[in-house]
């Protein structure tokens, strides 16, 4: 930038509402330029827009002014020349650049009009004669700063960030300028988009420094010494920067000059003997440069300072195995192993020791190696390892040593498996078997899928049919295993296990799983609890009868599960009538006749009865049999069955005033779970003992307690069936009566029944009189509508229904007739004014 009028404005926008419009204007002066330079061309104050501040501008040879001051004169203000020190007249050359300022300052002070507070800005100089001076403009107290060159034509305009003034001798930041217009840029410019634009124009590359070449040992010395400088002085700034530690002694290495490397690797060791790293670049250095002991030296440091540090044990150990000290190595080697490292390091041992085939070494490794780390895996290499080198009886002891030392509770089939498979190589299969069927037995289904699968193999390889069978009989009694250990109380999962069982299974296993489920006792005493759980006892039971051949064994099945039963709150009388079933085949009346009898006294329930009865009715012990009615008919006097049964055993013994007897004392009781019944088997007994007068009264007798509709028709049924003189008239008058009978019943439905029982009657035997007669008491059948609601009182809608209307009832409602009219009449209303809204419809229907 060249300091000239045309580049040097002012900024109108930038410097506004500083200066107020009615001030003076300011002028500066042209001075004479005294000097070397001689140049008479004038300064000029202005704004900087590249610098950002205010500059004075001249030429760059115009640098020599003479004294001047600026003084306020008519308003006018002129700027004169104060210096604080003598004048410079050398002239530097990075002081002729526009905008520098060198010692001096040039600097604004505003002197108000009646009163002599003075602020001054610095501002800079440029040129080279004027670095050492100090100007001083004065502005009236109501401008701002700044006007325009006389004779340049360049307004004056106010300086915002110059008109705040400072404190003496401190400079102030210039305010920023409002921004008036807050709206958005058309074109919006991101960071990402400068970011990639100064990427792609690369501004912040900077040029490799140049080359520089020593020619003797003093330029030598010299920079060794400028880079040892540089190194400590980093060092200094930051200790724990291991980085610089190593770059200072990789670059002393680099000069041969190992004993300086080294003390600036002891040094660095100081600050953090813990850097792996460190260790690491400073025993190589001694390595890369032959110097054995050292390294050595080195390593035992190392490996004694951070023992778990693997890397240096395998980097020491692999030095002295490249140095050929095998010795050395194992030493080092039993070091580490004394520390308990991971696997690989065992392994590296026993690998180490294998190179020089020192077998015996490697298993006295292998058996400490086992037993720091027992984990499955590493005893199947330990055995792997006595494979390989042809140990075989070796390795079967490791096998079994394994199993010994896992025991059943830490089971792992890959073991098994492992094992199975060496046994197999040496065609031991029987062993193989064995070993497997050892591990299914023990192991759960879940954690034993490995071995399942191996063991199918093997069979289908070296087994027959039988083997095979034996997998999957053995894989399915493993998932029912399974399901019963996750619930004791899934009884259908222990019927199905016990199927598998029966099916291929020797008695005492079978009855050990017997025992097992039965031992799962459901824990609540609620019969739908034990509905499923009796039945384990009883297969079970039938399982020794049938399969196993013991009686004796199963009677204590049928008499453990009997007293297991709590028969004070429920029973199973399917318990006792199998067992009472059980003792009859064997021939032992007694015990069965006792099983019956205790549970009738225990808990009776009909069923027992019954089948009590049964059998001494088979039996022909007919007192047992009326003692055991009587019993029965005590404990439940509603049951009709059971009167009926009673009643007819003694029919057919021939008692028929017993039978009557029991009949009567049945219809007498005050409840009855079915009387009808009770009652139609009495009449029927009377019909068969042709006591007609006995069963009319009976009829009569059960009409005063019931007038059912059917009832009505059986009696006349019944007159009419007698065959006797005057049977129709009689069936007549009963049909008559029923009807006015059930004039006031509320159940029309059974009354029509009856008329059209009656009207059958009268088209069969009477005369057409009597037929007229009947159908003029037939009812009419008319369709209704009644309003249906719920439960909650809420209308759910209408219904239609058929209702029946006697002739009586029709008599007795003479608007009935009336309403019927009034709706025909609605009707044919209905149907005209159809046709006339569709006469179109009617033509085509009409039509079709």
């Known amino acids: 930038m060249t300091a000239t009028v045309e580049n040097l404005t002012f900024q109108k926008d930038t410097l506004g509402n500083a200066v107020d419009k009615n001030t003076s204007r300011l002028e500066l002066r042209p001075y004479s330029l005294a000097g070397r330079h001689c140049s008479t061309e004038p300064l000029v104050l202005a704004w900087s827009s590249q610098f950002r501040r205010l500059t004075w501008g001249c ?44 010692n001096g300052a040039a600097s604004v002070m505003a002197h108000a009009r009646g009163q002599r507070s003075v602020q001054q800005v610095p501002l800079p100089v440029p040129g080279s004669c004027l670095l050492s001076e100090s ?45 008036k217009n807050k709206a958005p840029a058309e074109v919006q410019i991101t960071a990402e988009q400068l970011l990639r634009e100064a990427k792609e124009r690369e501004l912040e590359l900077l040029p490799p420094p140049p080359q520089q070449k020593i020619t003797d040992e003093e330029e030598l010395n010299d920079y060794k010494l400028r880079k040892r400088k540089t190194f400590e002085d980093n060092i200094r700034k930051n200790r724990t920067v291991i980085s610089n530690w190593i770059k200072y002694a990789q670059w002393e290495e680099s000069l041969k000059e190992i004993q300086r490397a080294r003390s600036i690797y002891e040094r660095a060791l100081d600050v953090d003997y813990r850097n792996i790293t460190l260790w690491l670049k400073y025993a190589e250095m001694e390595m890369k440069n032959r110097q054995v002991n050292h390294a050595r030296n080195i390593w035992d440091r190392a490996i004694t300072t951070l023992p778990r540090v693997n890397q240096f044990w395998y980097k020491y150990t692999y ?45 006295t490794i292998y058996e400490r190696f086992v037993l720091v780390h027992p984990d499955v895996k590493n005893w199947i290499k330990y055995a792997r390892f006595e494979e390989k080198h042809a140990y075989f009886a070796h390795a079967r002891k490791v096998y079994e040593r394994a199993v010994e030392f896992f025991g059943d509770e830490h089971m792992d089939e890959h073991l098994y498996v492992a094992f199975a498979k060496f ?17 299914l037995d023990r192991i759960s289904k879940q954690d034993a899928q490995e071995l399942f699968k191996n063991y199918t193999i093997f069979e289908k390889k070296f087994g027959d049919r039988r083997g095979i069978e034996d997998i999957i009989v053995s ?81 204590q099945v049928y008499q453990a599960s009997l007293e297991l039963i709590p028969h004070k709150k429920f029973t199973f009388a399917k318990m006792w009538i199998l067992y009472a079933q059980f003792e009859i085949r064997q021939k032992n009346l007694s015990l069965a006749r006792r099983a019956l009898g205790t549970s ?46 009673f009643a007819e055993l003694e029919t057919i013994l021939g008692d028929i005033d017993r039978a009557r007897a029991i009949y009567e004392l049945a219809i007498s009781q005050p409840r009855l779970d079915m009387p009808e019944v009770l009652w139609k088997s009495y009449i ?165």
């Open 59 to 102: 030429a760059l040879d115009a640098l020599n002014l003479s004294t001047c001051v600026a003084a306020s004169q008519d308003g006018v203000t002129h700027l004169i020349r104060s210096s604080r020190t003598p004048h410079s007249t050398r002239c530097r050359k990075e002081d002729a650049q526009p905008g520098h300022h060198g």
């Open 135 to 179: 100007f001083v403009v004065s502005v009236s107290s109501q401008s701002g700063f700044l006007a325009s060159v006389r004779g340049t034509g360049v307004q004056r305009s106010a300086a915002a960030d110059m008109a705040a003034s400072t404190a003496a001798g401190k400079q102030r930041i210039p305010k920023v300028a409002k921004v």
């Open 319 to 363: 030095m002295e195995e490249m140095l050929g000290n095998i010795a050395g190595a194992r030493q080092v080697f039993e070091r580490w192993m004394e520390w308990q490292p991971e696997e690989q390091a065992w392994h590296s041992y026993i690998n180490f020791e294998l190179r020089y085939k020192e077998v015996d070494r490697a298993r």
């Open 423 to 439: 046994e197999e190589n040496q065609k031991e299969f029987e062993r193989v078997r064995v070993i497997y069927k050892y591990a």
């Open 475 to 555: 894989k399915r009694r493993f998932q029912y295993e399974e399901e019963v250990k996750a619930n004791p109380h899934n009884y259908d999962a222990w019927f199905d296990y016990l199927r598998l069982v029966e099916s291929d299974a020797e008695a005492e296993a079978v009855r050990e799983v017997y025992e097992r489920a039965i031992a799962n006792v459901p824990p609540i005493q609620e019969k739908r609890h034990w509905k499923r759980y009796i039945y384990l006892w009883i297969n079970y039971a039938l399982y020794e009868e049938l399969e196993a051949k013991d009686p004796e064994r199963t009677r």
């Open 600 to 645: 009738i006294g225990k808990c009776p329930k009909n069923k027992l009865f019954k089948v009590y009865i049964e059998l001494e009715l088979q039996l022909r012990e007919f007192d047992r049999c009326r003692k055991l009615y009587e019993k029965f008919l005590e404990f439940g006097p509603e049951n009709c069955t059971s009167w009926i049964k």
């Open 684 to 848: 029927d007994f009377e019909i068969e003992q042709e006591e007609t007068e006995r069963t009319r009264n009976l009829y009569r007798r059960l009409l005063q307690r019931t007038q059912h509709v059917k009832v009505w028709i059986s009696f006349a049924q019944f007159e009419l069936s007698s065959g006797k003189e005057g049977s129709l008239t009689k069936c007549r008058q009963i049909y008559e009566e029923a009807n006015k009978t059930m004039r006031n019943c509320e159940e029309k439905e059974e009354r029509l029944m009856l008329l059209e029982s009656w009207r059958s009657f009268e088209e069969e035997f009477g005369t057409a009189s009597d037929k007229e007669r009947v159908d003029k008491l037939m009812p009419e059948k008319v369709k209704k509508r009644r309003k249906v609601q719920t439960d909650d009182g809420s209308d759910a809608g209408w219904e239609e229904y058929f209702d029946y209307i006697f002739p009586e009832d029709a008599a007795n409602q003479p608007n009935l007739k009336l309403l019927a009219m009034a709706k025909l009449w609605k009707k044919q209303q209905q149907e005209k004014e159809d046709a006339e809204h569709h006469p179109d419809e009617d033509i085509d229907e009409s039509e079709s």
